[in-house]
C-alpha cells in the first residue's frame, strides 16, 4: 500500500501563502494519481486538484483557480500545493489522496489551514 503524510497547514492572514506537502511511500507510490481534497466544518469533502505522475494536473476547481498551483517532485516522492491569496473561504482541513486514475485508494491524516480576516 501507499502511506501519504501532509504537512505544511497552518494559520494565516487573508492574502497570505501556504505550501502544503504530500510525501508517499511505499510500493510504486511514485505511479500514482495525487490529488488534494478539503473539507470545511459543515460541508462536504471538495476536490480541489489532482496531479499524474508525469506532472500532468486535470483539473483544478474554479474556486482555487489561478490561486492554488499542484508540482511533484518524484525523486522525492512529493506532491506540493503552493496557495496563495488565501481566503477565509479557503479554511478547512486539506487531504491528499493516491489513486489509480479510477479510484482513490490511500489518504493522509490531513492538515489544517485556517484563514483569518
Known amino acids: 500500500q501507499v502511506q501519504l503524510v501532509e504537512s505544511g497547514g497552518g494559520l494565516v492572514q487573508a492574502g497570505g501563502s501556504l505550501r502544503l506537502s504530500c510525501v508517499a511511500s511505499g510500493r510504486t507510490a511514485s505511479s500514482y494519481v495525487i490529488g488534494w481534497f478539503r473539507q470545511a466544518p459543515g460541508k462536504e469533502r471538495e476536490f480541489v486538484v489532482d496531479i499524474t505522475w508525469t506532472g500532468r494536473s486535470t483539473y483544478y476547481t474554479d474556486s482555487v483557480k489561478d490561486r492554488f498551483t499542484i508540482s511533484r517532485d518524484n525523486a522525492k516522492n512529493t506532491v506540493y500545493l503552493q496557495m496563495s491569496s488565501l481566503k477565509p473561504e479557503d479554511t478547512a482541513v486539506y487531504y491528499c489522496?493516491?489513486?489509480?486514475?479510477?479510484?482513490?485508494?490511500?489518504w493522509g491524516q490531513g492538515t489544517q489551514v485556517t484563514v483569518s480576516s
Open positions: 489522496g493516491a489513486g489509480d486514475g479510477r479510484q482513490y485508494h490511500f
